[in-house]
């Protein structure tokens, strides 16, 4: 069982930076890939990064490469989302999410969710 809060959203000008931090708990967190999704009104979770258990490989959406980075820190039980030249599309409630399927890109394919940080870019 893995329990995840994430912490770090807020209201931002287009063009800043947040870093958004995913807390875990259980002594099994360093299995787990770990993946960030995010969702806006009336749209579908969207998939926007993911981390090998190791942290040795990662993915990212098309929509967020180049300014995004996520990382993790197992000895602190936290994966970390670091949002660079943010947008107002990036608006959205954004979501962690543990899994045993390394770099999963689909919301199925992950097992434990937090319950989400509110990310508000405005123009």
């Known amino acids: 069982q893995v329990q995840l809060v994430e912490s770090g959203g807020g209201l931002v000008q287009a063009g800043d930076s947040l870093r958004l931090s995913c807390a875990a708990s259980g002594r099994t967190f360093s299995l787990y890939g770990m993946g960030w999704f995010r969702q806006a009104p009336g749209k579908e979770r969207e998939f926007i990064a993911a981390?090998?258990?190791?942290?040795?490989?990662?993915s990212y959406a098309d929509s967020v490469k180049g300014r995004f980075t996520i990382s993790r820190d197992n000895a602190a039980n936290t994966v970390y989302l670091q949002m660079n030249s943010l947008k107002p599309e990036d608006t959205a409630v954004y979501y962690c999410?543990?899994?045993?399927?390394?770099?999963?890109?689909?919301?199925?394919?992950?097992?434990?969710w937090g319950q989400g940080t509110q990310v508000t870019v405005s123009s």
């Open positions: 981390i090998s258990w190791s942290g040795g490989s990662t």
């Open positions: 999410a543990a899994g045993l399927l390394v770099l999963g890109v689909k919301a199925g394919q992950y097992d434990y």
